[in-house]
């Protein structure tokens, strides 16, 4: 990686490494730390606010589920935080990527990082070229990231993706080579790989020429990215 040039570096889940995931109190200490992204995945309530959870469901009882749709927002426990909450709480000076799966939620995502002035530094991420391509009529500002497995036509999804107004495409950080990584810029994408969690995968990472990585370990992230931009 050239020093002069941008690498992307997400906090996954706000750096669940360092405190429980998907939290206020994460995603702070995770900028704190010198994070310059976040990564959380986007849900809508009954009553149509945007929560950040992994999953998507609220635990009401032992063995019993039911997804963030069908609950109100007064009925998620106080520790499930709003993306209003998180741009209140942290400002707006970080990436953020949110990982979608209801195209539902994107509108409202968007909507929301609007009131905040914060589309700029949106990045969306969703698992299928057609959940990308409904994104772009919301004329978001922000940028579409495609994840994609190891057992999918990667060059055709690559296509795919750059077709359908991705940014990057993202996949696990084993599956990429310095090979794939060329086509995928040759293709006009940025190439990012995600659970990168021990020192050596993130230096590994840089060496294959990836444009960025989600972790656990911001402290870990950090210090890469300050030895990184400190090379002649």
């Avoid at 998507?56 to 209003?84: I, N, S, Y």
């Amino acid at each position: 990686m050239n020093a002069k040039s941008t690498f992307h570096a997400f906090a996954h889940r706000g750096g669940r490494a360092h405190g429980a995931d998907n939290t206020l109190p994460a995603f702070e200490e995770a900028l704190r730390r010198g994070a310059p992204g976040l990564e959380t995945d986007a849900w809508l309530t009954a009553d149509g606010v945007v929560v950040l959870d992994h999953d998507g469901v609220h635990r009401t009882a032992k063995r019993r589920h039911k997804p963030m749709a069908q609950v109100g927002r007064d009925e998620l426990p106080a520790h499930v935080p709003t993306l209003d909450a998180l741009y209140a709480a942290c400002g707006t000076d970080f990436d953020l990527a949110i990982d979608v799966r209801i195209p539902e939620v994107a509108a409202a995502v968007i909507e929301v990082s609007r009131r905040h002035d914060a589309t700029s530094r949106l990045w969306l991420v969703g698992g299928a070229p057609a959940l990308l391509t409904s994104w772009l009529a919301l004329e978001h500002g922000g940028h579409l990231v495609l994840s994609i497995r190891l057992f999918e036509r990667r060059m055709d999804v690559a296509r795919a993706a750059r077709q359908a107004g991705a940014t990057a495409l993202n996949m696990r950080w084993p599956w990429w080579t310095r090979s794939f990584v060329r086509e995928v810029h040759d293709a006009g994408l940025l190439a990012f790989g995600y659970d990168v969690q021990r020192e050596w995968t993130m230096r590994h990472c840089l060496k294959l020429g990836l444009d960025g990585i989600f972790s656990d370990h911001v402290d870990r992230m950090a210090a890469l990215l300050d030895a990184t931009t400190r090379e002649p």
